[in-house]
């Protein structure tokens, strides 16, 4: 009955983070797939628009790309890159 955390996962990949319910590669999996899909589907909106020039949405393209590298990077990387 609950939920159990997982100790040896913790602070995987951030500080401060416990497993806690669901498993973390679960969950990340959809997760990285969702923010791609928002960040086609958000380029192909300002692509048809024209905004894509625009320096602040330029910006944001490429903070959203790094976070996307960042996920994928720690979901091959495992939880126990650590040990």
Do not use: C
């Amino acid at each position: 009955m609950g939920v159990r955390s997982r100790p040896s996962h913790a602070g995987w990949p951030w500080p401060g983070y416990v497993a806690f319910g669901t498993e973390q590669a679960k969950v990340a999996i959809p997760a990285l797939s969702i923010l791609r899909a928002l960040r086609a589907a958000a380029t192909a909106q300002f692509t048809l628009m024209g905004w894509t020039e625009d320096p602040s949405w330029q910006s944001v393209y490429r903070a959203v790309e790094a976070h996307e590298r960042l996920l994928a990077e720690a979901m091959v990387a495992g939880p126990n890159q650590g040990d």
